[in-house]
């Protein structure tokens, strides 16, 4: 998602005043109400009946799973979706938000985690980029003006920044902090912060954390998401817990304790999808033992032959990783493979041609090649078998995609089609097939139904079956909890990169994955 | 507060050296070296030559900063000053009057920067490719205008204009020095400069920022365009002839000087400063070489060196940052 559009409003006065709504007592009416916002796109309702209150100087913090509709509301209320239904308030009037300027005009502010500053521009330039007109002077730009209304943005922010240093020497933390105060110098009332902590230190974090209140005193609203219960807690003065597209509960401060917000952010039993009968496991083929990388600390894990070992835990946890370090596309900086008992240098090229299989989270960029034929995808990870001394062989080719086709019951009008024409599932089942036909014994699956539909879903779920009684191990990673449930005969949670609990069949839950994967205090 | 590094924090006499760019040091032993070599070398005689030869490249190095400065590039600006003086020195001996034939150049520019900047940003067609396409446009069109004869029996006004010198400076030198300071004001103290740093460095935060994003990208290849035809009449000056094909391979130079400066293709990184230091290490290089009596073909050959070995010195002293880690 992209940053939202920032209109061209608000001179050099009152960018160095914030806007100041004085009324914020908690009780009083809210700034902002979102009431039953509805949203679908085709075959999915992204939110159902979504309410939302935002009062002057609250932090209101917005909890829920992965796909629980949290984006989707915040989308709805910087403009960057138009709600199918529902009314938006502002000041106890309705407005309508048809774009991502007239979100602005409201004082709406999103600060998205991928941030939105010119590297080689400094503090000053980029805080007011697009708003140079108030600094004019004989036709060119004040930089010192610029910078001294920069340096008391900042201030107000608490930060002693030097407003001439480029953004490109900013840390990440910081050049939040600059995105802060370019939302603040537009007259943001209602500061809008995605899982803001996400990518910085604990200590980057408690700064940020009196940046809050400092804003909350000045009378700005704040929504925050996060995953973290710890924040949650000790930052939200309203907590609303979304799920399924919808508002299913809200509490004020000190109402509730994270196991009531845990359980409500799991609500009914999701379990349709029957467990599995449980599978006999083999000897170990992946045994991976205090992987380091730049980002993974202390990464230990196991998997068996004939059986389907989860990796589960919430987006950015560092799963996705995992599977990249011990498949070799990510270099390790510590610990030991062993691959079939034998130690494996992870590289690429030797994982697989060993029997590693990775099933990568963007299918269309790091999966295939979707320019090209069926046949072209199908031999990609087994080019070394279709040669015949030393000539590449088109019939031995034609004859092992013909064979994955009809295995894999891919949907296709033949081995000539290009594969950006077939659906997900059939993309997916091509992504799969070159590593069938690689002959690999190891398959890493990340996120392997994503994009896909409910009939290519339990197709490939058919297929994760045969490759385990068949004597394949699987390493899945999915962010559907369910899913995982139905399939998985154990699985390993992650949190900030680590692995921080190992759940057997017994213990296997949501519950117990929730539990583990949400920060508690 | 206090336990966290602040950005902008004092820089150290060694933090300030790690950040002058390689091409610096470079520049001051090849200076050194060649006075060792040949004591002429630092004779103001020689210096006025080295001057005059700078000026027509900085004329195209600087403008091709700016475009290097958005991630892009223009491979057209050799082919474009040759074209720009046949054109001039055509309609001189025409019996056109030097501010018309001026104003076609001036028009000529507009055009090819208009093509070039027109595909480039609102058609996102890569400028590599582009320019190279305009580059042999103006290239054929040259050759094509002249049967690829030079043209001369012009105006001896121009050559006077080149060979002529204010208190000792040689006029080429005066007008790349007055172009420089227009172009720094322009690139850091004018929107338009702000917003070429930041399309370099994030396009789509330009546009969101409610800035005309694809027109200021546009704009870019217009200036270095309509400059770079422009300076066709110190071409002219300098050669007092129209050759189609003489300033051919010029962009080479233009752009090796830009790199040499520290000036990235990504991310809007570079200085306007560290162009003019390119452009004198070529020139130096080039001069010196020629006091040693080295071959032309050979003088390209440590063109070449030198930007490799500018580069090799860059890798891996990038700008120190005050990053906090955890």
Redesign the interface.
Known sequence: MKPKERSQCGSVDEASSFASVTNSDAGGAPLLRLANIRKSFPGVHALRNASLDIHAGEVHVILGQNGAGKSSLIKVLCGAYIADGGDIEFGGKKVSVRGPADASALGVAVIFQEFSLAPYLDIAQNIFLGREQGFMRLGLVDKAAMRRAARDILRQLGLDYDPATFAADLGVAQQQMVEIAKALSQNARILVMDEPTAAISEREADRLFEVIERLKRQGVAIVYISHRMKEVQALGDRITVMRDGAVVDSFQRGQVSAEEMVRAMIGRSLDSLSRREPRPAGAVVLAARHLRTAKLADISLEVRAGEVVGLAGLVGSGRTEVVRAIFGADPLTAGDLEFDGAPLAARPDRSARKGMALLPEDRKREGLALPLAVRDNATAASMWRLFRRGWFSPATAERVCADLIGRLKVATPGSAQLVRHLSGGNQQKIVLGKWLAAGSRLFMLDEPTRGVDVAAKAEIYRLIDELVRDGAAVLMISSELPELLHLCDRAYVMRDYRIVGHLDRDNLSERAILDLAVHHV | ?S??T????PVTVGGYLARVPGVAFILLAMVVAFQIGNPRFLSITNLSNVGLQASLLLMLALPMTLVILTSGLDLSVGALIGLAAVIIATLLVAGWSIFSALAAAVALGLVVGLLNGFMISYLALPAFVVTLGTMGLCEGLALALTNGEPIGGFTPALEAFYRAAVFGIPVPVLVAAAFYGLLY?VL????F??YI??V???K???H????RANLVHMAVYVVCSVSVALSAVLLLGRTNSAHPTVAVGMEFEAIAAVVLGGTSFE????WLFGTVLGVLAITVLRNGLNVLSVEPSLQVVCVGVLLIAALLIDRNRK?P??????
């Not at chain 2, 602040?6 to 924090?9: A, D, F, K, R, Y």
């Not at chain 2, 969101?208 to 800035?211: C, K, V």
């Open positions: 507060m336990d966290q602040l950005p902008g924090s004001l850091y103290r004018t929107r400069g702000i740093f930041a370099g460095g994030n789509d935060a330009v969101l920022a409610g800035i991310k809007g990184q570079g700008r940052v005050a990053r906090i880690t955890e």
